[in-house]
């Protein structure tokens, strides 16, 4: 057994100290450049997960580009898709007042009061679009179609247009911006 005195202990632990001192700040250095690391490629996924939620953001609204929601059509009991179809043919003829053949693609229920309609040209989607004015004070509506993140974007901006609109001021919302 080696026996220190008090005198030659003190220099030992004050080896032993510095070196457990030296170790830990060495793994504080190598943790804190890991961290940085991280930091870095987090930013970077971040950078990579937004460009990929624009890119399928955009593929959605663009597959949407040809469809128009109706609004406030019942359904029946009976319906059929046929007869969802000649509901919507009605509106359109009726209510709209498009008197030319417009060429549809699918049209489809969404909920009780909502039907998709795609048309297989814009020209034609926009030739109903362009008539909607005349469904101000009657139960139907219609709206183009737009993916969920285009739709809460527009929400608030509708609020503002009409917050403006309320100063005198003009106001229009595209798409998703005022």
């Keep these: 057994v080696l026996y220190l005195s008090n005198a030659a202990r003190y220099p030992v632990i004050r080896h032993v100290m510095q070196e457990t001192q030296d170790l830990i700040l060495d793994t504080l250095q ?3 450049a890991r961290c940085d690391m991280l930091e870095i490629e987090h930013e970077l996924l971040k950078n990579k997960f937004a460009a990929q939620q ?20 019942p359904r029946t009991a009976t319906e059929t898709p046929e007869k969802c179809e000649a509901n919507v043919a009605e509106v359109i003829r ?5 008197e030319s053949e417009l060429r549809v693609e699918h049209v489809h229920r969404l909920t009780n009061d909502c039907v ?12 109903v679009l362009s008539r909607a004015k005349n469904l101000i004070g009657k139960p139907v509506r219609v709206s183009e179609d737009f993916s969920q993140r285009v739709r809460e974007i527009r929400k608030g901006l509708l609020r503002l247009r009409n917050t403006y609109r309320n100063e005198g001021k003009r106001a229009v919302v595209r798409f998703d911006k005022l």
């Excluded at 399928?56 to 597959?63: R, V």
């Excluded at 009726?94 to 498009?98: A, H, P």
């Excluded at 998709?116 to 030739?127: E, H």
């Design 116 to 127: 998709v309609v795609r048309f297989l040209s814009v020209k034609d989607k926009l030739r």
């Design 30 to 32: 190598t943790l804190t």
């Design 94 to 98: 009726r209510d709209l007042g498009v």
């Design 54 to 73: 624009r890119r399928a953001d955009w593929q959605d609204n663009h597959i949407r580009r040809l469809n128009l929601l109706f609004y406030g059509i």
